[in-house]
């Protein structure tokens, strides 16, 4: 069966620091991969989607980048953190077309104080 | 573009009440589909259902049912008998052919009291 483990479930991360948030997926392969972000009382933003392997599209500018240097490794950096970057993260993945459901991760709580 | 409003923010409900959570949504798309997840306090999500654009017939899982309504672009979902494990934030979502993940609604939480 497939799962997704994502890590760390919480971070708190002063203004100006780095970050790396990793996802993986086992189980599946060449699945399609997402970061979504919840801010605090709203919905899910999508940040990236990977359909393989260094193909990541970016759906929102901001300082995040993302990386997917493996196939089922999905991972979310930052070379300077906001304060504005503070939510919920989550880690998503769905084989096929974009018709298909999302299975997620258990979320990363990040504070940036 | 796509849009996905749940206009209710946060509802409250006596354990064994129904409850209506509402999902409007906007697609130039003639193909799209449409989602329902749960994401009970521990955070994850959880997939509820997926129905296509093409089929509007209303569905029944449970405690749960679904009203998809072309004509006024809504899918609704109902709980009937609420209980305490209920208490979760739904989130409804589109996803189209032009686009390659799903588009999220804000979310509607329900707190069902005892």
């Known amino acids: 069966s497939q799962t997704i483990h994502q890590w760390p479930a919480t971070l708190v991360q002063p203004v100006g620091s780095p970050l790396s948030l990793e996802c993986t997926v086992e189980?599946?392969?060449?699945?399609?991969l997402y970061w979504y972000r919840q801010a605090a009382g709203r919905g899910l933003q999508l940040l990236f989607y990977s359909i393989g392997i260094d193909q990541i599209s970016s759906e929102v500018p901001q300082n995040l980048s993302a990386s997917r240097p493996q196939d089922r490794q999905f991972i979310l950096s930052s070379k300077k953190l906001l304060l504005s970057d503070s939510g919920f993260y989550l880690c998503?993945?769905?084989?096929?077309?974009?018709?298909?459901?999302?299975?997620f991760g258990s979320g990363t709580q990040l504070s940036v104080l | 573009a796509q849009k996905v409003t749940q206009a209710q923010t946060e509802i409250s409900v006596v354990e064994k009440e129904d409850v209506t959570l509402d999902c409007v949504y906007e697609t130039r798309d003639t193909t799209y589909y449409l989602f329902w997840y749960k994401q009970p306090p521990s955070g994850e999500l959880v997939f509820l259902i997926r129905?296509?654009?093409?089929?509007?017939q209303n569905e029944i899982s449970g405690r749960y049912s679904w009203n998809f309504q072309k004509s006024t672009s809504s899918f609704n979902f109902t709980i009937t008998a609420s209980q305490v494990v209920d208490s979760a934030v739904y989130f409804c979502a589109l996803s189209s052919t032009g686009r390659r993940a799903l588009t999220f609604g804000s979310g509607t939480r329900l707190q069902v009291q005892p």
């Open positions: 998503a993945w769905s084989v096929g077309s974009s018709f298909e459901k999302l299975f």
């Open positions: 189980g599946t392969s060449n699945p399609n």
């Open positions: 129905r296509n654009s093409f089929d509007e």
